[in-house]
């Protein structure tokens, strides 16, 4: 019997049977795009091309939507709906090509086919970008051609029982564990990024010209669960659009500032390193912070002032935005002002005595006090085009959000946590306030709706960090409310109006429910 003939047979092979054929071929696919990606050109992996993309392509509240559930894990997040969606696609053509012939072989060629010219598309896309999708595509038509043959041969073998079910059920999960196999491979190759994280093991970094201020004594408070004072790298938290961490050997990396100056100026690693560096701790923030959240930290860092590279380019009069450029595309519209005034933004190469971190920058970013890091942060930055606003928008002021960003006056309760337990008696209540820029004068402490106690504040490391606080608490049995609100150096006081993060930032007092046993 024909090859043709035994696909026609119907019944020949169940739509189960042809839908996990589908879904086994599908991950063979993408662990062949994976692992090949990681081999050739790690920026255009499948998955994170199609990620990519629905990134770009997402409005601004799906963007908080997905930060606001999983937080620092929407990457992974996203990357596992894509596998879900992935499985429900190669099943559905599985049963496709069962049904008639060629049509999941053709359908598998395409989507691949389709993938590589979008990673064409992509800002990171190379000669050879294309070729990882193309051959998942292609790998995925060959196994599922393969797998249906073989099912539909035991099917039609007589007397073999439940024995031909087994056999092609030993060959469906062998594909895929090869399949997932290569991804995972792929994946640990890409995110080693050998070459470029042993530059960066290799740089010692230089001292700064201009040290940061002494941190006051007393102003890290010994409280158990306390954020510290300063946030470690492995714990600060990340919120970017790139999928795979760009990988920017130093060697070739170059920083452009054109547009409206009168002069253009451009900047090697190596002129960097030997400028004077200044260091200095700055709290970030990201716009998508919820009242309370995590999506905050302080840290030491050490740059050259940006405007003394916008001084030697000489922006025109009338310009008033900065659009600064990733190496991934990515841009951000910050205020000339606040780039040229004496609040220190820094085109940063260290954080908190090392060399960036791969995944926060490396080898350069950008450091501005007081805005939100939509509008100000750009990692492995690599071009600052000096516009206007009413010209130019960056990636997340064109999906909603707005063009400047100033980081609002906050305050959080780290202790107690929330809905854990607390035993009765002298405790405390205790957190961090920050609005960089302005300073924090106060906190203050509600319990159970009652009146405002004004907690213990710790000295300031600068007016550009958080502060820590505490407050001594009695603690009755009981369900208990405890609420914070800070005080600005301005003299203005954290509003008790709730809004979300969108469109400029979050607002509102941070309220917990804590149980006294």
């Not at 409005?59 to 999983?70: G, M, R, Y």
């Not at 860092?301 to 405007?307: E, F, H, Q, S």
Request: hydrophobic share 50%; glycine share 10%.
């Amino acid at each position: 019997m024909s090859e043709s003939a035994q696909h026609r047979q119907a019944g020949a092979v169940t739509a189960r049977t042809a839908a996990a054929a589908g879904a086994a071929a599908a991950l063979l696919g993408a662990g062949i795009g994976e692992i090949v990606a990681a081999l050739l050109a790690p920026s255009s992996s499948p998955f994170a091309v199609v990620g990519g993309a629905l990134i770009d392509a997402a409005p601004a509240w799906a963007k908080d939507t997905a930060i606001a559930w999983f937080g620092t894990s929407d990457k992974i997040a996203l990357l596992i709906g894509i596998g879900i969606v992935l499985l429900a696609a190669g099943a559905v053509l599985g049963i496709c090509e069962s049904r008639w012939t060629r049509s999941g072989l053709i359908a598998f060629a395409a989507i691949g086919g389709i993938v590589g010219i979008l990673t064409l598309t992509r800002p990171e896309a190379s000669l050879i970008s294309w070729l990882p999708s193309l051959l998942a595509g292609a790998a995925a038509a060959m196994a599922l051609h393969l797998l249906l043959r073989r099912a539909t041969a035991e099917q039609l073998q007589p007397d073999t029982g439940g024995t031909s079910r087994r056999g092609f059920l030993v060959w469906a999960a062998g594909t895929a564990a090869v399949g997932v196999t290569m991804a995972i491979v792929g994946s640990v190759a890409r995110a080693g990024s050998t070459a470029v994280a042993t530059l960066r093991e290799a740089i010692r970094l230089p001292k700064a010209a201009t040290p940061a201020s002494a941190v006051p004594a007393g102003a890290a408070l010994d409280v158990p669960g306390l954020a510290p004072l300063f946030t470690p790298n492995d714990d600060f938290y990340r919120i970017d659009t790139a999928l795979i961490v760009p990988t920017v050997d130093p060697a070739d990396w170059r920083l452009r500032i054109h547009g409206m100056v009168a002069h253009e100026v451009e900047l090697t690693w190596d002129e960097l390193l030997a400028l004077p560096l200044v260091e200095k701790a700055v709290t970030l923030s990201c716009v998508s912070n919820q009242v309370g959240g995590g999506l905050v930290g302080n840290a030491l860092w050490l740059g050259y002032p940006i405007r003394e590279l916008l001084a030697k380019a000489h922006p025109d009069a009338d310009a008033d935005m900065v659009l600064s450029t990733s190496a991934d595309g990515f841009t951000a519209g910050t205020p000339l002002e606040t780039l040229t005034d004496d609040r220190d933004a820094l085109l940063a190469i260290g954080m908190n005595g090392a060399p960036l971190p791969l995944a926060h920058g490396f080898p350069v970013r950008m450091v501005v006090p007081g805005l939100y890091g939509y509008v100000s942060a750009t990692k492995w930055v690599t071009d600052l085009e000096v516009t206007r606003f009413d010209r130019s928008r960056g990636y997340w002021t064109d999906r909603g959000w707005s063009a400047e960003g100033p980081i609002k006056l906050q305050s959080r309760i780290d202790v107690p946590r929330e809905r854990n337990g607390v035993d009765a008696g002298d405790t405390v209540i205790a957190g961090v306030a920050w609005q960089p820029g302005t300073a924090i004068s106060a906190v203050e402490v509600q319990i159970d709706g009652g009146t405002w106690q004004q907690a213990e504040l710790a000295p300031a490391v600068s007016d550009d960090t958080w502060v820590q606080w505490r407050m001594p608490w009695r603690a009755d049995q009981g369900d208990h409310v405890l609420r914070c609100r800070a005080v600005s150096a301005d003299g203005s006081t954290q509003t008790d109006a709730v809004a979300a993060p969108a469109p400029d930032g979050a607002t509102g007092w941070h309220t917990i429910s804590v149980t006294v046993s």
